[in-house]
């Protein structure tokens, strides 16, 4: 068997320190963008007698994840393959009978696009409607700093483990890794890094 180099170890794991250092705070960011649109929208629902959505469904969040990073490509219900925002539902496996979508973006705050949604009546309407029962919200930071925000809301029960198929394969991992390498980089080079 071959050594390597003791440089070339070195380099690789400086990198992956630096890329976890500064990826992780991103995806922090993300997820608390996330969590308190979940908590506002539930705050909105109770102060009009409508139960809370259950935010546990983990396929329904990769879904609205998925949702937010196409919405900066093409804003859009509509996918940027020409599909509707539907199909990113049945491609998680997701079972229901009512869905909605809410999207947005160039809202720096959780408080700015919960204000910018209830304040349009089709998209408060989604965020109100008693037939849904669960919410999945993705977050997404463009390289230029714009940020992509959307609510996919369906209606049925999540099972136990969070979701249909919520589980995450060893490739969807690998794939978010260089998503954040890319971001990562893609600042680097624009000069945006924090």
Known sequence: MKKIP???LSLVCVSLLVLAFFALPVTAVASDYAARVVNISNRERAARGVGA????NSALTQAAQK???ECAVLFSHTRPNGSSYITVL???NLDY???GENIAYGYATPEAVMAGWMNSNGHRKNILKAAYTQIGVGVYEAA???VYAVQLFI???ADETGGASGSVSVWQMISAW?????DWFARLLLGRLW
Do not use: H, M, P, V
């Open 6 to 8: 003791r440089r070339t």
């Open 53 to 56: 959505l259950a935010a546990n």
């Open 67 to 69: 949702r937010a990073e």
């Open 90 to 92: 049945d491609a998680y």
């Open 97 to 99: 009978s009512a869905r």
């Open 144 to 146: 230029n700093g714009t």
């Open 155 to 157: 209606d049925g029960e």
């Open 178 to 182: 260089f998503q954040i390498a890319w």
